[in-house]
């Protein structure tokens, strides 16, 4: 069974420019989630998705970050523009909506992203 | 807001031997899940082991076992006879079992070393 996939794997920018990651959930999980993890401190919620509709984007500077899952499947995520603050991977994880196992996030192998 | 602490940032354990990683949260909810997930330095989270709250069992997986003390909201890891392969960051982390939010709440890690 495939995995999450993510890519870039890394990513080098200087402040203010643009910049965009992309996810492929495990098919059938009906269920996105994008997770910010800065040096040292574990992933935090930036948004989460239920098939093509947003769950929770409660964390997600809003300003700069966006999302997107237009046909509930591949996921992008863009920051525009880029602070040195935003140093950080970035973990894109998909579960299934229901049944046994829809408590278990898959992890991708995320994005490092460097704000110079 | 539910939180989750792990106060060792760092441990070291001598191959063979076993070691118990430490980790408490807090709550009001009743229902909820409660992981384990290592993160090598590949950087892909991977899952060590769950524990459903409404389960007084404690959960096993091969070499890995938790101590989950739901009054005391405690939920420490023990991993016997350590292995080179077990060197890692782990992330202790809650779920609610509550309507449609699933997102995970992590602690800040505890980096673990194995030593020949």
């Known amino acids: 069974e495939a995995g999450v996939a993510q890519s870039p794997r890394y990513k080098i920018i200087e402040k203010r420019q643009s910049v965009a990651f992309w996810c492929n959930p495990i098919?059938?999980?009906?269920?996105l989630y994008w997770y910010q993890q800065i040096l040292g401190q574990g992933p935090k919620l930036l948004i989460q998705?239920?098939?093509?509709?947003?769950?929770?984007d409660s964390q997600l500077p809003k300003d700069r970050f966006s999302a997107e899952r237009l046909k509930g499947v591949d996921s992008t995520l863009k920051i525009q523009p880029a602070k040195l603050e935003d140093s950080a991977v970035y973990l894109c994880?998909?579960?299934?909506?229901?049944?046994?196992?829809?408590?278990?996030?898959?992890f991708g192998a995320g994005t490092r992203l460097s704000v110079l | 807001a539910q939180t989750v602490t792990q106060s060792q940032p760092e441990m070291s354990v001598q191959e063979a031997e076993t070691v118990t990683l430490s980790c408490t949260y807090d709550?009001?909810?009743?229902?909820?899940?409660l992981f384990w997930y290592k993160q090598p330095p590949s950087r892909q989270m991977i899952l060590v082991i769950r524990?459903?709250?409404?389960?007084?069992q404690n959960a096993t997986e091969n070499r890995f076992s938790v101590n989950f003390q739901k009054a005391a909201k405690s939920f420490s890891l023990k991993i016997s006879d350590s292995q080179l392969g077990d060197a890692a960051m782990y992330f202790c982390?809650?779920?609610?079992?509550?309507?449609?939010?699933?997102?995970?709440?992590f602690g800040k890690g505890i980096t673990l070393s194995v030593r020949p």
């Open positions: 998705f239920q098939n093509n509709g947003v769950v929770d």
């Open positions: 994880a998909s579960s299934f909506r229901t049944g046994l196992t829809k408590n278990i996030q898959y």
């Open positions: 982390a809650y779920r609610s079992d509550t309507g449609a939010n699933s997102k995970l709440t």
């Open positions: 524990q459903e709250a409404y389960k007084q």
């Open positions: 098919s059938g999980h009906a269920t």
């Open positions: 709550t009001s909810e009743s229902d909820y899940y």
